[in-house]
Nanobody, 127 residues
Framework: QLVESGGGLVQAGTSLRLSCAASGRAFVDYAMGWFRQAPGKDREFVAAVSWRGTSTYYADSVKGRFTISRDDAKPTVYLQMNSLKSEDTAVYYC??????????????????????WGQGTQVTVSS
């Protein structure tokens, strides 16, 4: 029900936009998040957007470089990634959690609380 796309191999300093298309149900009352998992590392939170898109929240490692947004008309969630670094290399997953809280609250939730997950898309940044 969540399908990511847009990953690929890029050079450091460039940009990439990931998309997460939702289907099968309405996600209007769901907050959405992006997570990533690098080889040999635990999954980590990247960014979250609240259910109406009125608030966003980011991990410190991506703040100022990544932007999360949503378009409920499509419905799709985006992750615009600028100034990519080699340490951004990972499989990126989008996820949905039914919550009317702000993104700051949602962003602190553990991944286990998210109800729906995509299959992931690989992002590789060469230095």
């Amino acid at each position: 029900q969540l399908v990511e796309s847009g990953g690929g191999l890029v050079q450091a300093g460039t940009s990439l936009r990931l998309s997460c298309a939702a289907s099968g149900r309405a996600f209007v009352d769901y907050a959405m998040g992006w997570f990533r998992q690098a080889p040999g590392k635990d999954r980590e939170f990247v960014a979250a957007v609240s259910w109406r898109g009125t608030s966003t929240y980011y991990a410190d490692s991506v703040k100022g470089r990544f932007t999360i947004s949503r378009d409920d008309a499509k419905p799709t969630v985006y992750l615009q990634m600028n100034s990519l670094k080699s340490e951004d290399t990972a499989v990126y997953y989008c996820a949905a959690v039914r919550s009317l809280s702000t993104a700051q609250v949602v962003g602190r939730m553990p991944g286990s609380q998210y109800e729906y997950w995509g299959q992931g898309t690989q992002v590789t940044v060469s230095s």
